[in-house]
């Protein structure tokens, strides 16, 4: 596993969870492409069909038509480079998220199944390089011109070798498959300008007073990205900070977007950013995304809750008992707009009324939508007043995503205008500069 704050001078290996204990499956299944050409180590014997199901059975493993049950551990390797990947059947992508789907995803290197909580855990450990040339075009679409695959190739590497976060050591391996770390799909949808994007930057990182950037990314900033520290804990990070997504010849006079009105304003209005429709027209975009994305309106978008579903949506998220919702109001932005900080009103069962506060960006999307909201970066505005209780409230927003550090289809739109490899990892991360780690 990776070490946090060491920079390598080799390329190493990695683990990347592909089926969780949080998943839940007692069932997994694994396709064989060859397999004459994989082994199980436990048991040194070839896989006996081209499909292999994986159960638990009172807590241990076993492998069909191969009788292993009491190793807790198994491991399966190829022993043949010819060998095609792996392809592990019903794998999560979008945890969480609105667009949550099971997937089938091809995979090399070898694959690690164990017992975790009573559940399946699979874990695939390969060189880094093999990984990225997958997280480029599961991120986003092999549509994509190779500045964007190069700069997302880029930037992954570095937020991989920066290893600050952590998530799942306790788990034993480095990052999971998902939008929690980063999309990683396998194979699938592989190709030779991914593995070209992958090969060109091999070993390079963007680096800050010569410590690899903890390069952060999302989908889509809406015009105006955001500090790192108004969305995790830690430090202010000297190259995430609130810039417009546009050239240096934009101007914009209602600032700051922290601001109420201002973000109104910005809101509201289409500015020509490189991530607006002006610059990637939304009815091409879908192109471009990657394929568990959904098509929609990245840059601005618009819900609509009633009363109803606005009071039983919070007492769910909330685990309050509240009759009807009065107001939710903004107390904290950030420079983006981006809210980390609401005040929920609402009156009880008995007519009472209550205030809730709601902390951090994440909290405030995952409460304010039944699976999760596309950006805390929006207003709400309340009508249909019965008694002073408004029927409606509309939540307009800016973006998908936390809005930090790279924006995904800002960089597609730099990448569609001509613009540079190291014009777009500037433009994100102004103050870093790139450095080769390995050959």
């Known amino acids: 596993m990776l070490l946090r704050g060491k920079i390598p001078s080799l390329e190493p290996r990695i683990r990347v969870g592909i089926i969780l204990p949080e998943d839940e499956l007692k069932t997994a299944t694994i396709n064989f492409p060859n397999p004459k050409f994989y082994v199980v180590r436990s048991s040194l014997s070839q896989p006996t069909s081209d499909t292999l199901t994986v159960t638990i059975n009172n807590g241990e493993l076993s492998l069909a038509g191969l009788g292993v049950h009491k190793i807790k551990i198994q491991r399966i390797t190829a022993t043949n480079k010819l060998a095609q990947p792996l392809v592990v059947n019903n794998v999560q992508a979008g945890r969480g998220f609105h667009w949550k789907k099971a997937i089938d995803v091809a995979l090399l290197g070898d694959l690690e199944i164990q017992v975790k909580d009573d559940n399946i855990l699979i874990v695939n450990e390969l060189p880094l390089e093999q990984y990225l040339m997958c997280v480029a075009t599961s991120e986003m679409s092999a549509e994509c011109p190779s500045a964007l695959i190069e700069s997302q190739t880029i930037v992954a590497r570095a937020w991989m070798l920066a290893n600050v976060e952590q998530k799942h050591r306790s788990l034993g391996f ?229 809005g930090a550090g790279l924006c995904q289809i800002g960089a597609l739109g730099m990448a569609l205008k001509g613009y540079k490899t190291s014009d777009i990892l500037n433009h994100y991360y102004p103050g870093s500069r790139l450095v080769t780690l390995y050959s």
């Open 174 to 402: 480095d990052v999971c498959n998902d939008d929690c770390c980063q999309r990683y799909h396998g194979t699938g949808n592989l190709t030779q300008q991914a593995i070209a994007g992958a090969q060109a930057t091999r070993g390079q990182v963007i680096m800050y007073d010569n410590l690899i950037c903890d390069a952060r990314y999302s989908k889509s900033c809406g015009g105006m990205t955001e500090r790192f520290e108004v969305i995790w804990d830690g430090p202010p990070l000297p190259y995430m900070q609130n810039i417009f997504d546009a050239s240096n010849h934009f101007d914009w006079p209602d600032l700051p977007l922290s601001e109420e009105h201002n973000l109104r304003k910005w809101v509201d209005a289409i500015p020509d950013c490189f991530c607006s429709p002006a610059v990637v027209p939304e009815e091409i975009l879908i192109k471009y995304i990657g394929d568990v994305d959904e098509e929609g309106q990245y840059y601005r978008w618009q819900f609509d809750y009633s009363q109803q579903e606005m009071t039983a949506m919070l007492n769910n998220k909330l685990t309050i008992e509240a009759s009807c919702i009065i107001n939710i109001l903004p107390l904290e932005r950030g420079g983006s707009g981006r809210l980390n900080k609401i005040k929920i009103e609402y009156l009880d069962t008995s007519e009472k009324t209550n205030f809730l506060e709601v902390d951090t960006e994440y909290r405030v999307r995952q409460v304010l939508h039944h699976s999760f909201l596309y950006s805390s970066a929006f207003y709400i505005e309340r009508s249909g007043f019965v008694d002073k209780i408004p029927g409606k409230f509309t939540l307009r927003g800016a973006g998908w995503g936390h």
